[in-house]
């Protein structure tokens, strides 16, 4: 993978991390139509790691949510155990939540299976469809959500079951999370909200069990090139992902779903009728 390459597969990453329409599909798609070799360790990597880099953009974006502990005094008669959870209560919430995507997320990862996922444009493309489809009618499903619901730990846990199918590439970790925080009753600000910051430590994980596995299999891919190629991919993810996330929020709390729904349709689409034309997605051998 060269510069120019890394840069566009970040652009891409940036753009669609927070939308509901797939960032690693759409990942994929880009590296397949930029000729980038599947199957290499590095490149799975490369594609978890500048994930990691456009998340972090949340924690710029709302560093005040991740960097203040809860102040209010505890209830009266509150147990130590209640007193800590009431003081650290929102990183409790992410805990709980992000437990489900560990578990799922390691057996997906030793059984091979999402490096197998992680390789098939046909996956992306069937489940870009599926979800777009679904998405038409989620927001006859789930109303709006009520500003009076507010998260608590079945809550989060809840959602962190509807992250776990976003191990399918396509699916979208964005659309699986706030669609399981509007199950839970919560707006779509919240729900959204919520999505980017369960993000956080799942992608931390993610990055460092990547980055465990890169070392522990060759450090040899550990060339200056590729450091090089990593810090450059995160940092234009960083950047695109904070310019487009306050946008997404605006039109989906204003619009909902649907302008997605049909975006992912129409992609997923062009993608199958190339696919089952014959045709290659490489444009580059």
């Given at each position: 993978m060269d510069i120019l390459q890394a840069i566009i597969i970040a652009i891409v990453e940036g753009l669609t991390e927070f939308l509901p329409v797939s960032s690693t599909g759409h990942m994929i798609i880009a590296q397949n139509l930029l000729g980038v070799t599947q199957g290499d360790a590095f490149v799975h990597?490369?594609?978890?790691?500048?994930?990691?880099?456009?998340?972090?953009?949340?924690?710029?974006l709302y560093w005040k949510r991740f960097f203040r502990l809860d102040r209010t005094p505890a209830p009266a008669g509150a147990s130590s155990w209640q007193r800590f959870k009431h003081k650290w209560y929102f990183y409790w919430l992410l805990f709980v939540g992000v437990l489900?995507?560990?578990?799922?997320g390691l057996v997906a990862k030793k059984s091979g299976l999402l490096d197998w996922l992680l390789d098939s444009v046909l996956v992306v493309a069937i489940m870009l469809v599926v979800g777009g489809v679904f998405m038409l009618f989620c927001d006859r499903i789930f109303n709006k959500g009520s500003e009076a619901i507010e998260l608590n730990e079945r809550k989060a846990f809840k959602i962190g079951l509807f992250q776990c199918i976003s191990v399918i590439p396509g699916v979208s970790r964005s659309m699986a999370t706030i669609v399981?925080?509007?199950a839970q009753n919560l707006t779509r600000r919240k729900a959204a909200e919520f999505s980017f910051f369960l993000a956080v430590p799942t992608m931390a994980g993610a990055t460092l069990l990547d980055l465990v596995d890169l070392f522990k299999e060759n450090a040899e891919w550990a060339t200056s090139?590729?450091?090089?190629?990593?810090?450059?991919?995160?940092?234009?993810?960083?950047?695109?992902?904070?310019?487009a996330m306050k946008w997404f929020v605006s039109f989906l709390t204003k619009y909902g779903f649907k302008a997605f729904g049909w975006y992912r349709i129409v992609v997923g689409v062009i993608i199958l009728v190339l696919l089952l034309s014959g045709q290659s997605l490489q444009m580059v051998d």
């Open positions: 990597a490369f594609t978890f790691i500048i994930q990691f880099g456009a998340i972090l953009s949340v924690v710029v489900p995507a560990v578990i799922i399981g925080g509007m090139h590729n450091i090089l190629v990593l810090v450059i991919g995160c940092v234009v993810a960083f950047i695109v992902a904070l310019l």
